[in-house]
């Protein structure tokens, strides 16, 4: 029977990667149902054998590739704690940027009304909804079991400004928005990147999107018109690389006071425009 240190001690001699501390406490986390302060605090605790089993199992899935994300069930995404699987992108940390921008452009005291398209497991859309109880959110995937995903996220968190729709982009959607947000699908289909790292298990149409990867950055673009209140904000997530591009097919359809953000580590992220009032 093994202690805890001496658990995190053989795991950090498996992993590999940059982050192999992190991932060897999520997974002794998840599998003792202790935060990481416990682990430290009781590191010479012994490990029941069917938790040490457990363990070593996930530490051999992570070894092989497999998200820790997936691995647990669950990431932490702003202030929330999202359920995860196999049906939907897991939310990063970039993505936060567009809860930001989306909270500075509209007053959180008036009753907006938000679409959030391809919303996988509900991160931007229950963000939002979490931040702003005055504002009603519509969320929509294609994928059902994503939306079956983003469904028991909201009901975990007991956010009733929530409304979860099955459609592809805007397909089924009726009404119109004063605030349109995505991040949609916007690798190129032939990245090497889809075969690396997290992205090998990861949903693939919730990550490629044509050729140059903007596929569905111009097709929301181009609908976005017929779903937005006068003076609504469409706000995208997109590659380092593609602010420009994104800020070109924006334009050509109409909208004004466009702009593109950059991240934390100072590459282009979003880009946005306003329709004309």
């Known amino acids: 029977m093994s202690t805890v240190s001496e658990l995190l001690r053989w795991a950090r001699g498996q992993l590999p990667g940059d982050e192999v501390d992190s991932d060897a406490q999520s997974l002794l986390s998840h599998v003792l149902q202790k935060n990481r302060t416990w682990l430290f605090t009781w590191g010479d605790q012994a490990v029941a054998d069917k938790d040490e089993a457990r363990f070593r199992d996930l530490v051999a899935q ?88 983003a469904k028991a996220n909201a009901e975990r968190l007991g956010l009733n400004n929530v409304q979860l729709i099955h459609s592809d982009w805007f397909k089924a959607i009726e009404g119109h928005f004063d605030l349109v947000i995505s991040n949609p699908p916007y690798i190129p289909n032939q990245d090497p990147h889809l075969s690396q790292g997290d992205l090998r298990f990861e949903p ?52 004004k006071q466009i702009f593109t953000d950059a991240d934390l580590a100072s590459r282009d992220r979003l880009s946005g425009g306003k329709l004309p009032t």
């Open 62 to 149: 992570r070894a092989a590739g497999h998200p820790v994300a997936y691995l647990t069930g669950n990431r932490a995404f702003w202030t929330l704690d999202l359920q995860v699987d196999q049906h939907t992108l897991i939310p990063r940390p970039e993505t936060e940027h567009l809860v930001e921008k989306a909270l500075q452009l509209g007053p959180a005291n008036k009753p907006l009304e938000i679409l959030d398209l391809g919303t996988g497991s509900g991160a931007i859309a229950l963000a939002l909804a979490s931040e702003r109880p005055a504002w009603q959110v519509t969320a929509c995937d294609r994928s059902k079991p994503a939306l079956q995903v």
């Open 204 to 255: 693939v149409g919730a990550l490629a999107s044509g050729s140059d990867g903007l596929d569905d950055i111009r097709h929301i673009v181009s609908e976005a018109q017929q779903y937005l209140k006068r003076g609504g904000w469409l706000l995208l997530e997109h590659g380092y690389d593609q602010g420009e591009a994104t800020r070109q097919i924006l334009q050509q359809h109409g909208f």
